[in-house]
């Protein structure tokens, strides 16, 4: 069983991406847009305040009906968040996203978060872990057909 530690080890985005809480929205998306990230974690004084993500956004635009300047970013974050261990597995992982309805989660090691964790990392994982079971399981039936 993968641990989610595992899976951000692999990630090809080892910098964890940040935005202060107090910044603009605009900044918050441009930051989303040029790391090609899902979410951000919001931070005050280097500590965790929040998460935001590509949903809150298109949330708010909804709800305002118009482009989110003037807006900032703890206007909009989710400021409830969920850290998780990263001795989790990637099974139990996506159960509780699925359960909590988030498709982001940071991830917690020693005290200290090491990453975010998406959904599509968890799926990801799981074609990957899924194709080298098929790919042995060809190889055995394959030796047990010619022995």
Known sequence: ????????????????????????????AGLMARWNVGALLVLEDDAVVGIVSERDFVRTVAALGRP??????NDIMSRAVRLIPGDLTVENCMALMTHLRLRHLPVEEDGEVIGIISLGDLVKETISEQSFLIEQLEA???RSANA
């Open 140 to 142: 055995y039936i394959s």
């Open 1 to 28: 069983m993968t641990l989610i530690r595992e899976v951000i080890e692999k990630k090809s985005l080892q910098e964890l991406i940040t935005v202060q809480s107090g910044a603009p929205l605009v900044e918050a």
């Open 68 to 73: 989110f300047s003037g807006v900032m970013v």
